[in-house]
């Protein structure tokens, strides 16, 4: 009977006698995932299950290989042979007589092999084992070791992390799969095999693996458990004891946290609630020290933090907080309105876009402010300052309330009068200062905005939430690399430094690249008893090359429209939060009549943002294309790595200066670009003073890009850029 058979049986077994739940023996499943499961499996198909790490992904594969029964096998038999049926190699070489009857227990028909971009076909199919191939002989079946895959065979096999598999090894691993007969190295038969594949993979799986792969499975994903009990339940079953009161709701808690992409799992709720008793046994007078103790040393680097909060915390930062909030630690005053997380990436956004507010904040002109917040009221920030206003005036009446005047304390009605609205004035004045002073101040214990000299400016989390407007866009824009399946092993734009491939050596590798195991394999192929140069191999590693860019921005006066500004503001941070995960570096040069280096090369996307929020235009002033490209040229730095610099120009072209001829002037700095290797692509933006030809012969020259774009497409436009270039 077959594998897919005796499954099939298994579950039709179970429907006639109960619910089918009590086949994953406990394992907790919503029944929409249980009958997932089962229908497939049911139709003999291989099932991927896709989830966070820590989510069961690994426990629930071993409750469905549960199903598997003891069998009858010939005895010895590496691939698990039917006595009625020895059609193995190792079968064939037995006589007759010697092919014994023997009982394999289901817990041994369920193997396990581990992902790695190290892994090879001989892991899965088996190798020579060089002693014996000395004493055998290499073609000798006693020379060959049995490899998983092999081993499996009538039985399961649990491929964990199926997303870090190179793709060849997959390619071998599913011809055998589906039922093609193999060819294994050192075996001259043929091999037929019978083996299901339970699958698992992180979130991305299905952005990693090659759609030829995705293929042969049914895709099941799994999450962590919503239900607070249930899973507290699951926990106290494999600790055998009462869960710690604090533990499992510390750990959901990273689960709901604004800045956390992905929370810790129910593995993280064992491991915490192991510490915690542990700590408390050697030192538990201080309750809420254990537990802080217990999740610095747990949870941070099981967090995924979202790629704008990278910007102004760490996971240790919102571990701490998570334990502040559930010791009770923290007291934090009530503040006068609520924000909410949308409204202070609005407020965030009009500090940042709007220089009517910005100016006079950063320079600390509350005169200004206030004015401005009249002719703009429909501002967040001008919106924020008027319920702060009437907060406060709710609050505190006697302070802004007016007089109750009568005519027993005035004599005289009319000067009353103006005595009110003089003193209304003033303490609406005063009213609209104080709200001012505390709508700042409120800004300042969210850390959006902080003091720097006589003014404030963003502070890092303002800066997060402004990132973070930007990441859809990323995301839409971003390219994904697959791990592993650069044959060559060659440096890529895209690489992770993993090995993905073996070679043969080459003068200049490392010593520890050397694949040992691979090495002695060729020597005994060649049969040499010393390893030659030529016996050795390597591991290929796919390390990936950074690029600097240096994005360059015209100033000048015919970009008048402030939305240009903003816009090409906005690519340049949305570059630089690219940056963080790709480590690129990038810098900016502004120029109009000059130009000049806004931010140097780096790949902090704070330093980054807050310089680039301070750029303005120049009013009235020329255009200098070419001596932007010169002082970007200088940005570089002699040390930068040649053949890796990229610089985007943004503007529309309309170049006025130097005179007698500006266009030349830019052409000669551009070919002066091209000859130092580095390459230039063109930003245009429409209007009716741009210039795309001259754009155009610029990108051409620097073997770039030319993009003709509206101002609200620009960061597309430079993202676009950024992802040709590891094409």
Avoid at 108 to 114: P, T
Avoid at 163 to 180: C, H, Q, V, W, Y
Avoid at 223 to 236: G, M
Avoid at 323 to 341: D, K, Q, Y
Wanted: with cysteine; proline share 3%.
């Amino acid at each position: 009977m077959s594998v897919f058979n005796e499954i099939r049986t298994r579950i039709e077994d179970a429907l006639s006698a109960g619910p089918l739940n009590s086949l994953f023996e406990g394992f907790v499943l919503k029944p929409s995932i249980a009958g997932d499961i089962l229908a497939s499996l049911y139709n003999g198909h291989h099932v991927l299950i896709m989830g966070p790490p820590g989510s069961g992904k690994t426990v629930l594969c071993k409750k469905i290989a549960s199903l598997l029964t003891d069998i009858t096998v010939v005895r010895d038999c590496p691939l698990n042979c039917h006595p009625d049926r020895p059609d193995c190699p190792w079968c064939h070489s037995k006589k007759k007589e010697d092919i014994l009857a023997g009982t394999k227990p289901g817990a041994e028909r369920i193997k396990r092999i581990q992902g790695s971009p190290e892994l090879c076909s001989e892991d899965l199919f088996g190798d020579i084992d060089p002693i014996s191939a000395y004493e055998f002989g290499m073609r000798d079946l006693r020379s060959f070791v049995p490899g998983k895959l092999l081993k499996a065979n009538r039985g399961i096999l649990i491929a964990d992390n199926l997303n870090r598999f190179p793709e060849k090894t997959l390619d071998i691993m599913f011809r055998a799969a589906s039922g093609d007969a193999v060819a294994i190295n050192g075996i001259d038969d043929l091999v037929k095999l019978d083996v299901l594949i339970l699958a698992t993979g992180d979130e991305g799986t299905l952005k990693t693996l090659p759609s030829w792969v995705l293929e042969y499975f049914d895709v099941v994903r799994l999450n962590y458990v919503a239900d607070l009990p249930t899973e507290s339940r699951i926990v106290e079953s494999v600790l055998g004891h009462t869960l710690h009161d604090r533990s499992l709701e510390t750990v959901r808690q990273t689960r709901a946290h604004a800045d956390v992409e992905r929370g810790a799992g129910t593995r993280a709720a064992l491991h915490l609630n192991e510490l915690i008793s542990s700590f408390e046994l050697f030192d538990g007078k201080d309750k809420n020290a254990v537990i802080r103790k217990s999740a610095e040393g747990c949870l941070p680097h099981r967090l995924r933090i979202k790629t704008h909060a990278e910007v102004h915390r760490t996971a240790h930062d919102i571990v701490d907080e998570i334990v502040s909030e559930m010791t009770g630690e923290t007291h934090e005053e009530e503040p006068l309105v609520f924000l909410s997380a949308a409204d202070l990436a609005d407020i965030v956004a009009d500090i940042a876009k709007i220089d009517a507010v910005r100016t006079p904040l950063k320079v600390g002109y509350f005169d200004l402010l206030l004015q401005r917040m009249k002719h703009f009221p429909d501002l967040k920030f001008s919106v924020l300052h008027r319920a702060m206003m009437a907060k406060i005036e709710t609050l505190y009446p006697e302070r802004f309330g007016g007089d109750n005047l009568t005519d027993e304390l005035l004599d005289d009605v009319e000067t009353a009068r103006k005595r009110a609205e003089e003193r209304d004035k003033r303490l609406k004045e005063q009213l609209e200062r104080e709200a001012l002073a505390q709508t700042i101040e409120l800004l300042e214990s969210q850390k959006i905005i902080k003091k720097e000299n006589k003014g404030w400016n963003l502070d890092k989390r303002g800066v997060s939430f402004l990132l973070q407007s930007l990441y859809p866009k990323i995301q839409r824009n971003r390219s994904f690399s697959v791990e592993g399946s650069h044959a060559g092993g060659t440096k890529t734009f895209t690489g992770n430094g993993s090995r993905t491939a073996i070679g043969k050596y080459r003068f200049g590798d490392r010593y520890r690249s050397i694949a040992l195991r691979e090495t002695i394999r060729q020597t005994i192929k060649q049969r040499k008893k010393e390893i030659g140069r030529d016996e050795i191999r390597v591991y290929r590693e796919s390390n990936r090359t950074r690029i600097d860019v240096v994005l360059v921005v015209d100033l000048s006066g015919t970009m008048k429209q402030l939305t240009k500004l903003w816009y090409a503001k906005e690519s340049a941070m949305a570059l630089s939060l690219l940056g963080i995960r790709s480590r690129d570096r990038v810098g900016v040069v502004a120029f109009s009549n000059k130009a000049e280096r806004v931010a140097k090369l780096s790949g902090n996307a704070y330093y980054l943002t807050r310089r680039i929020l301070d750029l303005n235009l120049h009013e009235n002033a020329f255009t200098n294309l070419g001596y932007g490209l010169r002082i970007a040229m200088q940005t570089f730095g002699r040390r930068s790595n040649a053949g890796n610099r990229h610089i985007i120009l943004i503007s529309d072209g309309d170049v006025n200066a130097p005179h007698p001829s500006p266009e030349k002037y830019a052409i000669r700095q551009a070919r002066l670009a091209a000859r130092q290797g580095i390459t230039i692509s063109s930003i245009c933006l429409g209007g009716n003073s741009c210039n795309p030809e001259l754009m155009r012969k610029l990108s051409i020259i620097g073997r770039g890009n030319i993009y003709l774009v509206g101002a609200d497409n620009i960061v597309d436009a430079v993202l676009a850029d950024r992802n040709a270039l590891s094409a």
